[in-house]
């Protein structure tokens, strides 16, 4: 346990703890429990990620720079022991009537700052600089209702005293702002399925997925690239995380379907795509699924099942995309002696799929996700005590059984330090980008950006589609999916209200694009670290993702059009759509696999393109269409490949 002393882990474990304490224990009203869970996280923030490189530390020196980011620690302490304090008065408190006092003043602005700082030093510049944007807009605003051209997106105010006053109260004295929707899913939900996501890491769960994959799939067509995209999902699923997913299960995946012969920029790409879908795959997702119950107001379980469909039509096209570079490859499966596992050794190990179980049946039964979690948290540790302990006690008699003991506690402390740890990078953005959704919210930005989608593309849906398709990828570039999905809600959704689009398709389509970010050049965090693992080029295996992934955009278009998709509507209007665009997943496969049953010609792959968008689109006369471009390339290439196969008559000899 001494490697637990440092001062990183000292505060993940109270974090963990903290957390553990507001469901079994006396819950604090949010206004307290936010601040706290937010401040945790900027102090963890600062300890993991200093101010300069720990070239000091190494030397066995403790510098200027590394006590600065100590002192950023107490102050970010000392804020959550004045909200601790604070408590009556914040409740008591009339918002917006009992002005702030200096001390109010004074530790809002540090809170601000020191959150600025956390998102720049745990995300870089990218959601920094828009975080600075809105606050010169939000006083700056004002003025711009005296310029002609800028006149539409000014609001209304006075940078006066009473103004600033009314914008920290609003930021940082209620649940709203820097303590709002975002950093509350993080506090009361998506913390504890990231401890979930460690403790089944930790206890086995990752590699029975990639054990379970490579049973079900690994001996097939191109092996290894279809053990990538079944066991992303499995681990996606639970993980909810792109970048981590790909971290994980790349390690395995990526260097095995190497050595099967794809490129490394292929391998790549197929695991950072699968790694972002894991993000849109039941039960838990990726944080921004949390938000949309949230911001809708309705419970969990059914955003989760609306996002069914989509998640599998994505991994279906991906699936597809694989088997058909392996036949244009001839890329073969393993063999059974390159398998590095059999049945026995992982029907032992299925018991890793109780809690999974008991948790999604919690979260359909709409239990709190808090309380069902920890719940799951505490059957996998049951579970690992048990098996870990009989076989101990088998083995080595009581000896075993202490050590199995032993065993079990240490992974438990990790799981609580990791899991704490990977919360920094939900909490820290959520925080960040609350001060935008303050902003936002306070200036009625959101109206203003929805009229000026309108009003630029002339009221027609596929146009204002693209506009706001654009500015969440753009905004998404270098951001996680839960920040992108934050500023694309607070800024699209009122312009696809507008529209009629709606509000669940709506929430799903930003979603989609800001998970699709990171598979999208030029910043593609999943590709980037997906190509880092393989040594490939970062730029071609951008590209290439952003191919593999092209089935994302397509359907975030279909179901905006038509919620059928989403499960929403008639049961033979979901059933047809699904169907269609099952089968357009494949043509677009064909598509971007330049194969179909033998290589494409520049004619075939354009209609393959035409007909995968047809048979996506939830339209049945146009789905029709859409089945006969694919008939007639199939069809096609079906004649081509027979007429190559046929050998052609002798030659008969003159003489």
Not at 266 to 277: F, I, K, L, R
Not at 614 to 628: D, M, N, Q, Y
Request: proline fraction near 4%; aromatic fraction near 10%.
């Amino acid at each position: 346990m001494r490697k637990y002393c440092n001062p990183g882990s000292v505060v993940a474990l109270l974090w963990a703890l903290f957390q553990i304490w507001m469901v079994y224990g006396t819950p604090l009203e949010l206004i307290v429990a936010v601040p706290i869970h937010v401040m945790f996280g900027v102090m963890l923030t600062f300890i993991t990620h200093p101010l300069t490189p720990r070239q000091e530390e190494h030397s066995g020196g403790f510098g200027v720079s590394r006590a600065s980011d100590y002192l950023l620690v107490a102050v970010a302490a000392a804020i959550a022991v004045h909200y601790y304090l604070s408590g009556d008065t914040l409740i008591t408190r009339i918002a917006m009537v009992d002005l702030p006092t200096t001390t109010d003043l004074v530790v809002g602005v540090v809170t601000m700052a020191l959150v600025v700082e956390a998102v720049r030093r745990s995300l870089g510049m990218g959601l920094t600089t828009v975080i600075l944007v809105f606050l010169v807009y939000q006083f700056c605003g004002p003025l711009l209702r005296e310029v002609p051209l800028l006149r539409i997106i000014g609001h209304d105010g006075q940078p006066s005293r009473s103004f600033f006053e009314t914008f920290i109260d609003l930021q940082t004295m209620q649940n709203e702002g820097v303590f709002g929707i975002p950093s509350i899913v993080s506090y009361g939900q998506v913390f504890y399925f990231l401890l979930f996501g460690a403790f089944l890491q930790l206890f086995g769960g990752g590699q029975l997925f990639m054990d379970l994959s490579m049973l079900l799939v690994g001996r097939l067509r191109g092996g290894m690239a279809k053990v990538s995209i079944v066991s992303s999902t499995l681990f996606g699923a639970v993980s909810g995380s792109a970048t981590a997913n790909a971290a994980v299960m790349g390690m395995f995946t990526i260097p095995a379907m190497k050595r099967s012969g794809m490129r490394a920029e292929q391998a790549a790409a197929v695991e950072a795509t699968s790694s972002t879908g894991g993000q849109l795959m039941p039960p838990v997702m990726g944080a921004a699924a949390f938000l949309i119950a949230q911001f809708m107001g309705i419970p969990y379980a059914e955003v989760a099942l609306a996002a069914i469909i989509p998640a599998l039509l994505f991994y279906l096209a991906l699936y597809f995309v694989v088997d058909l570079l392996a036949r244009r490859n001839n890329l073969s499966g393993l063999t059974k002696a390159e398998l590095d596992t059999d049945w026995g050794s992982v029907l032992k190990r299925l018991y890793l799929l109780i809690p999974v179980g008991v948790l999604v049946y919690q979260i359909m039964a709409g239990r709190a996700l808090s309380s069902a979690t920890l719940e799951a948290v505490w059957l996998t540790v049951f579970l690992g005590l048990f098996t870990r302990g009989w076989e101990g006690l088998r083995e080595h008699g009581l000896d075993g059984l202490v050590g199995a003991v032993r065993s079990v506690v240490a992974d438990s402390v990790q799981a609580l330090d990791s899991g704490a740890r990977s919360a920094i990078a939900v909490a820290i953005p959520c925080a960040g980008a609350g001060i935008v959704v303050g902003i936002a919210s306070s200036t009625n930005l959101g109206l203003t950006f929805g009229t000026f989608v309108t009003t630029l593309s002339g009221g027609m849906m596929i146009p204002a589609l693209l506009l706001v398709m654009i500015m969440v990828i753009v905004m998404g570039m270098g951001m996680p999916t839960t920040a992108a999905y934050i500023m694309g809600a607070i800024l699209a959704i009122p312009a696809l209200d507008k529209l009629g689009v709606p509000q669940l398709s709506s929430h799903f389509f930003v979603l989609y694009f800001a998970a699709l970010s990171m598979v999208t050049p030029p910043v593609a965090l999943a590709a980037f670290v997906a190509g880092g693992i393989a040594k490939a080029d970062v730029w071609k295996t951008g590209w290439a993702a952003f191919r593999y992934s092209l089935a994302g955009f397509l359907v975030a278009f279909a179901f905006a059009f038509s919620p059928a998709l989403l499960l929403q509507g008639e049961w033979a209007r979901i059933v047809t759509a699904t169907v269609t665009a099952a089968i357009g997943c494949y043509a677009l496969a064909g598509c971007v696999a330049g194969f179909l049953r033998t290589r494409n010609s520049r004619l075939e792959s354009l209609l393959l393109l035409a007909a995968a968008v047809l048979l996506i689109t939830p339209k049945l006369t146009a789905s029709l269409v859409g089945l006969v471009l694919l008939a007639l390339v199939l069809g096609g290439q079906l004649w081509r490949r027979r007429a190559a196969a046929e050998p052609e008559p002798a030659a008969t000899a003159r003489e």
